[in-house]
């Protein structure tokens, strides 16, 4: 099945820690996104990466890294640098050339405690 | 990207039409309308888009009034499983750059009833 993944579902972590979500597609997508989203909040973008090897800071880059050095995997660092860190964080992917419809991830639910 | 304006909620009945409007009244002559939807705690789900005429497919129809400014998707037979927040977007397809990114409001709950 071609889909994107995102692992582990659920991730807590102690205040001050780096941690690391992963986002993988086979979907042969040039284009890949995270987005973050809070309680009864709309999407944020955090970074996207239209193809290998390129990324660009979206509109909450502040306190994330992340690197694209496979065309499947998009994973993203949350540091603590970012203050609020708790969030729902969801991946997408695009084929790009011209189709932007964005798939989605089923998301990753980081709590920092 | 135009800003879009939708209903908080919306209820409808299973098995019967679901019609989501959206009203886009600043939408450009370039400017795409797009529809997801989210069910609670998952990711996002493309629906479908258009720019001027009607379209349809396997998850819904959407219907542009001949003026852009507003929209409606339709979900012609509700099922439980549609409850979800449906979100109406609105931008420039094929834009590139730092335009990549899609604009979530806060969009519609539609529940349906048994």
């Known amino acids: 099945d071609g889909g994107i993944t995102q692992s582990p579902k659920y991730l807590f972590r102690k205040e001050g820690q780096n941690v690391t979500l992963s986002c993988e597609q086979n979907?042969?997508?040039?284009?890949m996104y995270w987005y973050r989203q809070d309680p009864g909040q709309g999407l944020r973008l955090i970074y996207y990466?239209?193809?290998?090897?390129?990324?660009q800071k979206g509109d909450i880059a502040e306190g994330y890294s992340v690197s694209r050095e496979k065309k499947e995997s998009f994973p993203l660092t949350v540091t603590s640098a970012q203050k609020n860190p708790t969030a729902f964080y969801l991946c997408?992917?695009?084929?790009?050339?011209?189709?932007?419809?964005?798939?989605f991830g089923p998301g990753t639910r980081l709590t920092v405690l | 990207d135009a800003k879009t304006t939708q209903p908080t909620s919306m209820d409808c009945a299973e098995g019967r039409a679901a019609n989501l409007p959206c009203n886009h009244s600043t939408i450009s002559g370039n400017e795409y309308v797009y529809w997801y939807r989210q069910i609670h705690s998952q990711g996002p789900q493309y629906i479908i888009h258009?720019?001027?005429n009607n379209e349809t497919n396997e998850m819904a129809s959407l219907i542009i009034t001949e003026d852009r400014k507003s929209s409606t998707l339709i979900l012609p037979h509700a099922t439980l499983r549609d409850t979800a927040v449906y979100y109406c977007i609105v931008r420039v397809r094929n834009s590139g750059g730092s335009n990549y990114k899609l604009t979530f409001g806060k969009g519609t709950l539609l529940t349906v009833n048994p």
């Open positions: 990466s239209q193809i290998v090897n390129d990324f």
């Open positions: 258009g720019l001027k």
């Open positions: 997408a992917s695009s084929i790009g050339r011209g189709r932007d419809e964005q798939f």
């Open positions: 979907l042969n997508h040039d284009a």
